[in-house]
Structures are given as C-alpha cells and as structure tokens.
C-alpha cells in the first residue's frame, strides 16, 4: 500500500525549485519509512464549499499551480454556481482568482467520495452550528456534520491522508475525529491538523495573499511533524516562513476561539461606551480615536455600531462559555457572556431610541431599512444586527422597505423567517420556501426605499450609502423626517442643514432626541 502524506507530498512541492531537494528524496525514499510518488501531481480536497472553503482552495490553487485542487459539496446548486458566472458568494476579487484558476487545477464537484478518496490532504470545512437542543442547547457546536465526514473519509480512504480542519471547532474536536478516524481505518493511517482560518469578509481575498499569520497545529509525534511540514510546504509556496505559526492541536483550536472572542470584545467595548457617550455628550468617534492612539491598543475594531454580526463570533463565543462552564470556570463563562450581552443591549437600544424618537410608535409607519449585510462588501448575512432590529421594529408593527445591494429578497425573507441557530446547517437543510413576511418589502433602489419613508434606518456601512442624495430623499420623505445612523456613515451636521432629525450612534444628541425620555 502506497503511503503518501509523509515524505513524497513536501518533495512535490519544491520540486520546481529545488531539483537537489528531490533528488534527496528519491536516493533516500527509506528516510521517512514512504515510498516516493516521483511525478504523482498532489492532490487536495475541501469538503465544503462556502465561505472558508471557496475562497481559500481557490487562492490556494492560484499560488500552488503544481497542485490539484478539488472542492466538493453535497449542494448541486452551490457547486452549480461555482461553476457559472455568478459565484455563490460574494467577495471582492474572489471572482478573477477562480476564473483563472478553475477548468486548470481548480475544480468544484458534488462526486465528494471520489475526490476525497484521490486526495493527499482533505480540508473540511463543514457547518458547526450551535446545537438548539439536547447537552448544551443554545452555546455547544453541534458536530454532528464533522462527524459524518469523517466517517466518510475514513469509509472511501484507500491511501494514507492528511485530515485538516478548516471549521471552527471546540478544542479537543481534533481528538475526538482522530479516534472515528482511526476506529474506521482498516489500516489506512491518518493525521489530524487544525488549521483554523483567521479571514474577514470583505478582504477575504486580500487576506488569504497577505495573511497575518498562517496557524497549523498538530500531534506533537514525529508524524505529527511531518504532516504539519507538509501542510506548510504547500503555504510557504507563497507566505513568509515567518508567518506560518505552527503549535500543538489544542492550542491551534483554542487560539482561533480566542481570537474572535478578542475581536467581538473590542467591539462590545466601544458600543458600551456609545451608550455612556449619549448620557454624556462626548462623541464616541473622538474617544476611540483617543484611545486607539494608544500604541498599546491600538485602533482596529473601534468603531461603535449596531452591533457585530457574521457567523463566528456569536458562535465562538457561546461555544467558549460552553467549554468553560464543563471545564469547572463559571466565573470565566460568565466574563464571556457579557460580550453576546453588551451586543444584544445595543441592538435593542437602537430599536428603542427609533420608537422613542418618532413619537414613541411606528405603527404602520414606513421605515426604510438601508443595508441588510453585516458589514458592507460582503452579501453574508449570517447573524446580521439588521435581523434583531428588523423583528424589533415589525414587532412594534412598522412596515419596512429594504435595500441592501449584495443580499436577494428570497435571503432578507429567508433570515426574517427562520429560527435561531437555522442559518448555520446546510442550505439543503433550510426552509425551502421561506415565508413572505408581511410589511417586508425588498428594493433594488435606495431612493426607492426612502420615498414615503418616515424613518431611515442605516444598518450596513456600504459605501454608496455616504454618497447619496440626501436632499432629494428628504424631499421625498414624510415629515419630520428621521436617519438612524447605525454606523456612523453620514454627516450629521450637513443632514440637519437639510432638515433631518438625526441619530448617530454614540454621537451628541440631537437637540429633538434631548427632551426624549432616556433610552435603555
């Protein structure tokens, strides 16, 4: 049986650079204790074609054209559209790297055995969402799609492999995959590695080219070793060495946990401080630029907002409070749960100061709702702000016209319908036909959605909405007229000039907002 995760895969890799490197391969194929594969092209496959797996097999592709690359995924229309013009996800420049690439050695098929089977190493970038019932409801990844693909992996397996994952996991995931894997073998041996990804949505592509630190965690065994080696032949084709961070399984899964829960921190930080800054009449822009000043903080992640959004750090979160409370560490649990807290209050609060403002009703009243995505160049809307304040503003009977120009009418449905937790299984898995929410209307206009509107709800920081006409959507608006800056986009200032009732977050208040009881 021909092992091949060990010694022929960093050979491969270096070929083209090093003809010395191979030749040191091929005299001494003993070295390793596995048998060298001289022209055998690598092979990687991803199980999971979404937002990690997509775009990372596609660069990786582009950077390592002397690998085979293969994305497979059980959705027929998911790997359709990777296969068409019109790419499942959006994400600037992911679009040129996969046309470039794909058809090449770049390939995206449903035939998941196969290509699993012919590969070297097998990403896995499946859902992990937070379980909804049964031990830890509410805050533990439900695993139960890793553990069907591992099942799988070791069920079509005919050679020896390297196991990735990709996925955001709990810490000890990895133990837990290796002992399927390994139970299910039928001699075939395997190595399990964590690497987690560290992308934002929106510079995912730019990322994924200059990455800060590329993390690759595995058993601290000699094959352990090699297979980590391995993996980072096939980044150090383009990342520094020096930015290729290798450390043990455990610490690879906790650090990506602990990463997102950093970040969301930072945010939950500033927006409790928006709230203190309305009570007080500072300027929350003005205070986290003083504090981001400080060369010991620094000033990402200072931006005070509706709230953070995206499918990982709620999840990662609850996912860490879960791991503490069954590791005996209420207190650092319960340190965590503040920061989902912090984020829920600030969206609550917005829905409150839009109530409070316009005469404490908006009771068939219009609100136009300008962008639905969690952050702007993105269409993701996985655990967007805009879906609690949407629901807050239809549970006070609002009728609301949205637009967003990235996210479909058939997905701002799809999220106002579906419960808690449903976004993150597969789509196939998903409510087919989601249910029309009525008062929900969809534009492909901004000017469309304002007209008539009594109320302007700013939700996604989308470029385009800082360059609007602004004039001529107050002309066409019911008066008074009301903008509720839930990113701090526009000038406040030139929009009272034009007669506007303004809200930014975390900004003096409007003179209007000031005789208003205060908002909790």
């Keep these: 049986m021909q092992r091949v995760y060990n010694s022929y895969i960093p050979a491969l890799l270096r070929s083209q650079n090093s003809k010395t490197l191979r030749a040191r391969e091929e005299l001494n194929p003993r070295s390793s204790g596995f ?101 830890g409801a509410g805050k533990a990844a439900d695993l139960t799609y890793w553990e069907s693909a591992a099942r799988m992996i070791a069920d079509v397996s005919k050679s020896n492999k390297i196991v990735v994952e990709k996925s955001t996991v709990p810490v000890k995931t990895a133990e837990a995959i290796e002992k399927i894997l390994t139970h299910n073998s039928k001699g075939i041996q395997f190595q399990i590695l964590s690497n987690p990804e560290f992308l934002a949505e929106g510079t995912a592509i730019q990322d994924l080219f200059n990455p800060d630190r590329v993390l690759i965690g595995g058993r601290e065994t000699p094959e352990g070793q090699k297979a980590i080696q391995a993996l980072k032949d096939v980044y150090s084709q383009w990342v520094p060495e020096d930015c290729i961070l290798t450390t043990n399984l455990w610490s690879a899964e906790l650090s990506k946990l602990a990463a997102n829960a950093f970040l969301a921190q930072r945010i939950s930080s500033v927006n409790a401080m928006s709230a203190l800054c309305e009570a007080t009449g500072a300027n929350v822009t003005q205070v986290s630029y003083a504090v981001g000043k400080d060369s010991r903080i620094g000033p990402k992640f200072l931006n005070s907002s509706v709230g953070f959004g995206g499918s990982c750090f709620q999840k990662d ?3 860490l409070v879960y791991i503490c409370e069954c590791n005996g560490l209420p207190e650092v649990a319960e340190y965590w749960k503040q920061v989902i807290k912090i984020n829920d209050y600030q969206k609550n609060r917005f829905v409150n100061r839009v109530v409070s403002s316009m005469f404490n ?160």
């Design 35 to 135: 048998k060298v594969a001289k022209q055998k092209m690598v092979k990687i496959c991803c199980i999971g074609a979404g937002y990690v797996g997509g775009p990372t097999m596609a660069v990786i592709a582009l950077k390592c054209p002397s690998i085979e690359v293969a994305v497979v995924d059980i959705s027929v229309s998911r790997i359709t559209a990777w296969n068409s013009d019109q790419l499942p996800i959006y994400e600037p420049g992911l679009d040129g790297v996969v046309k470039q690439c794909r058809g090449k050695n770049l390939f995206f098929s449903t035939d998941v055995e196969k290509h699993v089977s012919e590969a070297d190493i097998v990403f896995v970038s499946v859902n992990t969402p937070t379980k909804t019932q049964g031990l």
């Design 317 to 319: 979160i609850l996912n």
């Design 361 to 520: 009703t908006v009771s068939n009243k219009k609100i136009a709702v300008l962008g639905f995505a969690f952050k702007k160049d993105t269409g993701d809307t996985r655990e967007t702000p805009a879906i609690d304040v949407c629901k807050g503003l239809l549970g006070d009977k609002a009728r609301l016209s949205i637009y967003d120009p990235q996210v479909t009418e058939d997905q701002i449905q799809r999220d106002l319908t579906m419960d808690k937790f449903t976004w993150d299984h597969p789509i196939h898995l998903q409510p087919m036909s989601p249910t029309t929410v009525k008062k929900v209307t969809v534009v492909w206009d901004a000017y469309e959605a304002t007209k008539d509107a009594h109320g302007i709800c700013i939700l996604t920081e989308w470029d385009e909405f800082k360059a609007l006409d602004y004039k001529r959507i107050y002309d066409k608006m019911q008066k008074p007229a009301f903008v509720f800056d839930g990113r701090n986009v526009v000038d406040a200032d030139k929009l009272r000039e034009i007669g506007f009732i303004v809200y930014s977050i975390g900004k003096p208040l409007d003179p209007w907002l000031k005789d208003l009881p205060a908002v909790a």
